[in-house]
Nanobody, 116 residues
Framework: VQLVESGGGLVQPGGSLRLSCVASGSGFTFSRYAMSWYRQAPGEERELVARIISAGDSTNYADSVKGRFTISRDNAKNTVYLQMNSLKPEDTAVYYC????????WGQGTQVTVSS
């Protein structure tokens, strides 16, 4: 199973980015997996940013991103998204996609840098 993130980059404070994560693999049933975005800043532990369950009708967010970030999924495209608005310098981190059900899978990460 492969999770491939994209959409990271350098953005000014107050800007927006949309991360995508495409899942693929033999026998991998994307729709059954809870999909999450985590992030890890230098010198910090990896933390959960947002999660969406398999049916897509329940989400939860870290307090630090509530009201600014939105997670969504397209089960037909095996893709999960993270729309990030009103970005702050403290959002700077490597963002990782995670799939969890019977097994736990991770992507390689995409760098998000918020700086003027």
């Amino acid at each position: 199973v492969q999770l491939v993130e994209s959409g990271g980059g350098l953005v000014q404070p107050g800007g927006s980015l949309r991360l995508s994560c495409v899942a693929s693999g033999s026998g991998f049933t994307f729709s059954r997996y809870a999909m999450s975005w985590y992030r890890q800043a230098p010198g910090e532990e990896r933390e959960l940013v947002a999660r969406i369950i398999s049916a897509g009708d329940s989400t939860n967010y870290a307090d630090s991103v509530k009201g600014r970030f939105t997670i969504s999924r397209d089960n037909a495209k095996n893709t999960v998204y993270l729309q990030m608005n009103s970005l702050k310098p403290e959002d700077t981190a490597v963002y990782y996609c995670n799939a969890f059900w019977l097994f736990n899978y991770w992507g390689q990460g995409t760098q998000v840098t918020v700086s003027s």
